[in-house]
């Protein structure tokens, strides 16, 4: 569940996407790379690409969702809003379960 990185050799199509390390390697997110060559352009670095299912190296292309930065952080928090609602209603079905159980507690002791 975590970012993978490629590396790219100077004259890579792409390189100029590319983080440079002290070491003078340069590296690619692979979603980022991956779009790109989809794309047959760099990207901007205001894109964005997303990982649809949330799992960050599933990097197959269905996977990914080219956005900008301010849609890819409405996107998060929709993600996050989401979850919380399903917290939420987990959360009040419990209480109502509970309750059940109890008033079946005393139903069945009289
Ligand atoms: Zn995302």
């Given at each position: ?80 809003s989401d979850r919380i609602a399903r917290w939420q209603a987990r ?20």
């Amino acid at each position: 569940m975590s970012i993978k990185y490629i590396k790219v050799p100077s004259y890579d199509l792409y390189s100029d996407m590319a983080y440079k390390y002290k070491n003078g390697e340069l590296r690619i997110p692979e979603h980022r790379y991956i779009m790109a060559q989809h794309l047959r352009r760099c990207l901007t670095s205001d894109e964005v690409v997303h990982h649809k299912n949330g799992d960050d190296s599933d990097n197959r292309l269905s996977n990914l969702l080219l956005t900008d930065k301010s849609n890819h952080s409405k996107i998060h928090r929709k993600l996050y809003s989401d979850r919380i609602a399903r917290w939420q209603a987990r959360r009040a079905k419990s209480v109502v379960n509970a309750e059940l159980a109890r008033n079946k507690l005393l139903s069945d002791s009289t």
